[in-house]
């Protein structure tokens, strides 16, 4: 048996039946690591010993007899936007290249209670903008299907690491997709859930309306376990529901019959690489096969949510990169001889020339009389697209669409602008959304996005975990 | 009067809640540098504001005192810029939606009572504090960031440096009854930035707003008014006009000195911060704030001359503050005569503090204290002047009166036999008084009087005396 | 369209500094981002509402009670320069 060939609730089960230990499944891992990891570049930072003693803690504990957390020696990658206290947290940015934060972020305590393993922090790109995880400053992640390929981003290293077989589970973050793409192009599955059920608190802001974090797994099963570890309401996270809702996976092992789908108009009318529209074509029969009603629905004002994301990111983005100025943490430029020298130099040193394009294109729609001119609208269009969703939520469970409409393109490229996506569209209405491969063949993967309201996490995994069940 | 001055004031006033205003470190002044702070209040990446119910609260009570309206839904903002005591290169206060809109507040000016209306009053987080060092360097402490604080901008529509005090001392007034800060400008708890032209009646010339900041008292707030009226009377004089630009006082020179030009508009860019849902304030909210608040600076003056009858300016002064208010009430519950105590408290004791710029809470003796003072002298056991000195007394050391006057023995001398057989002694020893007295000199009473004073150390009932003097030299 | 000199602007309000070289790359850059939001300004928003956040949570406001703050030694972790207790920056000019 090869441990890393396991899932993580696969893990978890022969650990407590006392098939294994916990060090035998990190020492796996970290195996693996030793062998890829040069290759896959999808770490920032990997601390070995410290992940070989928390798991050994967790031996400890089942030798005991003491009670596990969900994530009982499951090896994890944390994206490296996320807080961790004594660890070393960069964002992929040179700016906080030596920086080890003195707190955990919310969802990193949740880990470590559940006694998850983190072997380390997962590469992205820099402060999550991009979709590439090729602006890092520690370079660029590879895909692990196809090495001369993108793994997508930003939380490319999350994934990879997972399609890599380094880690079981991984945190992500989502502002407009940055768990989705990077799911679909690695084979794995993604969840980006309902803005406000994971708390950000400790999640390097990019845009605070839009961001979430979330998580990734080998299948459904393994992707909720997690999802359930980190989710439920935080004080320290005031946008965070007052609720905790856990999902009962061996309740909504189901059949599709009868749940109504919705296929929009706007997604079919863009241009998609061959293989996505076929391997789109596919799932939609064998959606409908089991059970599942179909129709073709419409979002009108989704042609313009590219448009407000944007300007939201980046006006967010401009003010969120703000604190960067090389006095309290982070790069100091070495020499200056004023305080507007001081900032210039460390901030034009240690940003990467994505992140001030974004800071200078924010700077300039908020600016002057431009906030109402921009922002503000991209708010109001934003209303809009919420009440398209409304409308198609009150008659339909859930809603599907290719993740990503293209494949992977080459490293050192960027995404061909003719194909588009409206992946943005689920974080300004802050829904759920899980991509999963539509299929599990070689070579290049495909995912199938399916999409749910607010809070109805239910709905999509039910339908994940019945499309898993039949593609299998 | 040819030239008009038009003064508007923008006063920040950090509140006296128990924590920061997006965080739970303590809100206490002072301290060991950089120990009141944890990941929101120094803004670490990933920190998130948690808005504080009791800022709410506190600035709202502000509000209601100053007749504004409260928005019934309101939000925060970030305010873009970069300063090293700025943590996260914005600060987090309200743009288009204040939370007090309008209001005022009443002085009473020469020509009479006055409304100064107010524009707004808002929330948002103080900063840190820098300091400059001889190599210089700079140091940075940020045990102040996240303080919460309100700030109050009132319309242009103060014209002279007394009205801009008289709403300066109102305002003070007004938020220390209510107990929202403790408006210690040497602590920097009430910051006051004047803003100030003029206007040539004749030509209706107006002079360019003069921003002045760096104001330490409302003492220099007047000194810095007077002085940039005069420079820009000045000014208009030579048919020039000022420059818009930024000033600041300063103390020792008596003097504005320019800071910065102001270019155009500052470019904060404003966008609401995402991390802090919008707010919304109920009726019962408000409703509850204002059955909370104390009663208010012009409701209790009122009440003084009602229940009191004193007059209106004694009313004022009493109620100027409202630990003096509350020291005169609780005397009056120890000595039932409000006018004997009106005089004490407005003469002595408040001339006294004024003199050495002290609160009423720094008085060494209590309300209990100075209403056995006044009950010496009312009862006659010591006279008046006495009375002032064992008060001095009781300044210096806190002693009880009773025991400073026992201890210095400086009861009244009202015994008949004693005091008779005194002035006869002083008439046997002054012969010549008696004579001048006869010859019609009414001088010699006063100097009769001083020695039968000086013989009793000043302890002699004055009015006994005086009478038993006058009859005992007109039977000779 | 925005010239070299807004950029200059920019820069200068952001605190960042933009080398000669890359000039005409953040120009054109810049100018196809602002061009590409322009499509934005032909929805009708007349009447709509403005979305700060997508949860409608009703006031999250924190009680008024102190919590223990960080030790100075914490707070001083990551800083480069400290003296005293205190952050540092060297010899400033204002």
Known sequence: MDIINLSGWEMREKLLNKEISSREIVK????????????????????????????????????????????????????????????????????????????????????????????????????????????????????????????????????????????????????????????????????????????????????????????????????????????????????????????????????????????????????????????????????????????????????????????????????????????????????????????????????????????????????????????????????????????????????????????????????????????????????????????????????????????????????????????? | MRYKTIIGLEIHVELMTKTKIFCSCTNEFGGEVNTHCCPVCLGLPGAMPILNKAVLEYAMKAGIAFNCNIARNTKMDRKNYFYSDLVKGYQISQDDIPLCEGGYIEIESKEGPKKVHLNRIHIEEDTGKSVHTEDGDTLLDYNRAGVPLIEIVSKPEMNSAEEARLFLEKLRATLKYIEVSDCKMEEGSLRCDININIVDMETGNKTNITEIKNLNSFRAAVKAIEHEEKRHIDLLKEGKNSEKETRRWDEVQGETIIMRQKGGAADYRFAVDGDILPIEISEEWIEEIKNSLPELPHDKKQRFIREYGLTEYDAEVLTQSRDIALFYEDTVKHIDDPKLVSNWIMGDVLRRLNDEDLEVDSLKFDSKALADLIKLVKDEKINNNTGKKVLRDMFETGKDPNSIVKEKGLIQISDQGELSSIVDKVLDDNQQSIEDYKNGKDRAVGYLMGQIMKATRGKANPQLVNKMLVEKLESR | MIKKDDIYKLAELAKLSIHEDELEVYEEKLNRAIESLEKIKEVNTDNVEITYNVNQMKNPLREDIVRESLSQNEVLKNTVEEQYGYFKILKVMD
């Open chain 1, 28 to 472: 796996s891992h970290l195996d693996r690591i030793d062998k890829v990891e040069e290759n896959i570049n999808a770490f920032i930072t990997i601390d070995k010993e410290k992940a070989l003693k928390d798991a050994d803690m967790v031996d400890e504990k089942i030798k005991n007899g003491e009670n596990v957390g969900i994530l009982a020696g499951i090896p994890i990658g944390i994206k490296d936007n996320i807080i961790t206290k004594d660890f070393r947290t960069t964002a992929g940015s040179k700016m906080l290249e030596n920086f080890t934060p003195i707190y955990d972020a919310t969802v990193v305590k949740k880990v470590k209670e559940n006694d998850g393993i983190i072997l380390g922090k997962t590469n992205l790109d820099e402060f999550a903008m991009g979709g590439t995880t090729q602006s890092s400053y520690f370079g660029p992640t590879k895909n692990p299907l196809d090495e001369t390929k993108i793994p997508g981003g930003s939380s490319g290293g999350s994934a990879a690491a997972i399609a890599a077989k380094e880690v079981a589970l991984s945190l992500g973050s989502d502002t407009g997709g940055s768990i989705r793409i990077p799911a679909s192009y690695c084979g794995i599955v993604g969840i980006k859930p309902t803005y406000g059920l994971v708390s950000r608190y400790g999640l390097i802001s990019l845009s605070n309306s839009l961001d979430q974090i979330g998580v990734f797994g080998k299948d459904v099963r393994d992707a909720v376990l997690m999802l359930n570890a980190v989710s439920g309401h935080d004080s320290m996270d005031t946008t965070s529901i007052n609720n905790d809702i856990k999902l009962d996976i061996e309740s909504l092992v189901d059949s599709l019959k009868g749940m109504k789908i919705g296929l929009p108009k706007e997604y079919l009318d863009l241009e998609m690489d061959p293989k996505v529209k076929e391997e789109m074509d596919k799932a939609i029969n064998i959606l409908k096969d089991g059970g599942a009603i179909i129709e073709e629905v419409s979002l009108p004002n989704i042609k313009y949510a590219n448009e407000a994301y944007n300007i939201i990111v980046c006006g967010d983005a401009s003010s969120n990169m703000a604190r960067f100025d090389g006095i309290r943490y982070g790069y100091r430029a070495a020499d200056y001889e004023t305080l507007d020298e001081l900032y210039i130099k460390s901030r034009t040193e240690a940003f990467g020339d994505e992140v001030k394009k974004r800071i200078l294109l924010g700077t300039y729609l908020l600016s002057g009389q431009r906030g109402d001119e921009y922002y503000k609208k991209a708010q109001k269009v934003r209303t809009l697209i919420i009440n398209d969703f409304n409308d198609i939520f009150s008659k339909y469970d859930t809603i599907i669409c290719p993740t990503a409409t293209n494949l992977p393109f080459n490293l050192g490229g960027s995404r061909p602008s003719k194909y588009y996506n409206y992946n943005e569209a689920i974080n300004l209405a802050g829904l759920c959304s899980i991509s999963i491969p539509t299929s599990k063949g070689d070579g290049l993967s495909v995912g199938l996005q399916i999409i749910g309201d607010r809070f109805k996490e239910s709905n999509i995994i039910k339908a994940a975990l019945a499309y898993e069940g039949m593609v299998k």
